[in-house]
């Protein structure tokens, strides 16, 4: 029996379905990350290799090791170490001609090296730090100092990486933004001079026109005013999204429920192409565990590419299954479909604005995949699709099962 509510009754620890993590401090997290970072010993005297890599073993650091300055260029090229204890003195090719190496060499230049050396000449010091490497320590080694030193530039190597990432996110986001305002403020400009040109032409000429006229007159603004307003609130609902200021609410979401209420809202829309709809469902319980208001956003915008590219005269099938790990929704239509180098610009996800138009010449965006897309992904689901020229595309996406539903 279907509930009138889309959503289901749970019955969970509040633990079970906290979505967003409790913010740790930079340095709590560092430290759980630095045990993932892998540490290169080279090194010429398998007794040092021993005492190092118990050491940092124990640490939880993971370790590995190359007994001279060729096998450790060879060997990083095979698996990127996070940080580099280099022997300075070792036969064929010392710890310096290594370190130069390493820093000539695009793919490992930004590696932290530690010289491990027995000497305590001012020069060689000075000579190492102007090779590259990042610190030195001296044999015999004090354990505390050496993990000391490991441990706080792994730690500015994870600040770094961090920032780094943080800063082509940015880049990323930015492109975006810049793609986003010209498409949109062609495509609002246009819809606009729609509603412009409509409400004009009833206020100066409305007593020329026929009821038919008038019809179609108030017919072309309403859409306008219409998709004008679903692609606002999708901006909206995007740049709230990419600047974090969503609070994911988690509630039990009677997915095919949801599905019923978008096709009956669509389907004027869709009878104006004489496009039918149909809805299948597979499973027993369509529950998932999800944000009821991203659900409806995802639903919503997949059907509403759906009559977009749907030729006339065609059907759209939605499909909800219930899977053993999940709920999925799929989205069929038998429209124009995409090209290769369509479905490439979609799979990339900074290059997915500037749609082309509906069979009917609507204009979109393209900001609607990229919030299904982000809209998924933050309620813990997969989003896919799959398309060909001229036979249609699918689109799909899947959500956690809700647990324990009455």
């Not at 082309?356 to 992904?377: A, K, M, Q, W, Y």
């Given at each position: 029996m279907l509930l009138k509510s889309t959503e289901c009754l749970l019955h969970w620890k509040n633990s079970e379905v906290e979505f967003i993590p409790k913010r740790k401090t930079m340095e709590k997290e560092s430290l759980v990350k630095l045990k993932e970072f892998k540490v290169l010993i080279v090194d010429d005297v398998p007794e040092n290799i021993q005492v190092l890599a118990h050491l940092l073993n124990e640490r939880g650091l993971k370790v590995s090791y190359a007994d001279s300055g060729i096998k450790a260029l060879k060997a990083i090229k095979n698996n990127l170490p996070d940080l580099i204890l280099l022997d300075v003195s070792m036969p064929e090719m010392d710890g310096f001609e290594v370190c130069e190496k390493l820093k000539a060499d695009k793919l490992t230049a930004d590696i932290p090296v530690i010289f491990l050396t027995a000497k305590v000449d001012q020069q060689d010091v000075i000579n190492g730090l102007e090779k590259g490497a990042v610190d030195y320590v001296t044999k015999p080694f004090n354990a505390k100092e050496l993990t000391s030193r490991i441990f706080t530039h792994l730690e500015l190597k994870y600040t770094r990486d961090l920032i780094e990432k943080q800063n082509e996110e940015l880049y990323r986001l930015n492109e975006i933004k810049n793609q986003l305002f010209s498409v949109i403020s062609h495509d609002m400009k246009n819809l606009f001079n729609n509603i412009l040109f409509g409400t004009e032409s009833m206020e100066k000429e409305?007593?020329?026109?026929?009821?038919?006229?008038?019809?179609?007159?108030?017919?072309?603004?309403?859409?306008?005013?219409?998709?004008?307003?679903?692609?606002?609130?999708?901006?909206?609902?995007?740049?709230?999204?990419?600047?974090?200021?969503?609070?994911?609410?988690?509630?039990?979401?009677?997915?095919?429920?949801?599905?019923?209420?978008?096709?009956?809202?669509?389907?004027?829309?869709?009878?104006?192409?004489?496009?039918?709809?149909?809805?299948?469902?597979?499973?027993?319980?369509?529950?998932?565990?999800?944000?009821?208001?991203?659900?409806?956003?995802?639903?919503?915008?997949?059907?509403?590419?759906?009559?977009?590219?749907?030729?006339?005269?065609?059907?759209?099938?939605?499909?909800?299954?219930?899977?053993?790990?999940?709920?999925?929704?799929?989205?069929?239509?038998?429209?124009?479909?995409?090209?290769?180098?369509?479905?490439?610009?979609?799979?990339?996800?900074?290059?997915?604005?500037?749609?082309?138009?509906?069979?009917?010449?609507?204009?979109?965006?393209?900001?609607?995949?990229?919030?299904?897309?982000?809209?998924?992904?933050?309620?813990?689901?997969?989003?896919?699709?799959?398309?060909?020229?001229?036979?249609?595309?699918?689109?799909?996406?899947?959500?956690?099962?809700?647990?324990?539903?009455?």
């Open positions: 409305v007593e020329h026109f026929s009821k038919e006229e008038v019809v179609q007159v108030a017919g072309l603004v309403n859409d306008s005013a219409k998709r004008a307003y679903d692609l606002l609130q999708n901006l909206l609902d995007w740049s709230r999204s990419q600047m974090n200021n969503i609070v994911i609410k988690p509630v039990g979401v009677e997915v095919l429920l949801v599905v019923n209420q978008a096709v009956r809202l669509f389907r004027p829309s869709a009878a104006k192409k004489k496009i039918k709809m149909e809805v299948s469902s597979f499973g027993n319980t369509f529950c998932a565990l999800a944000d009821m208001d991203m659900v409806k956003a995802i639903i919503r915008n997949l059907i509403s590419n759906a009559i977009k590219y749907s030729f006339a005269e065609g059907t759209i099938h939605l499909r909800v299954k219930e899977n053993p790990d999940g709920i999925e929704v799929r989205v069929k239509d038998e429209g124009v479909g995409m090209s290769e180098a369509q479905i490439e610009k979609l799979q990339k996800y900074s290059q997915s604005l500037g749609s082309t138009p509906g069979t009917h010449n609507e204009r979109g965006s393209g900001l609607g995949i990229l919030l299904i897309r982000d809209f998924v992904e933050k309620n813990k689901g997969n989003f896919g699709f799959n398309s060909k020229p001229g036979k249609g595309s699918t689109f799909w996406f899947t959500l956690p099962k809700a647990e324990n539903t009455n």
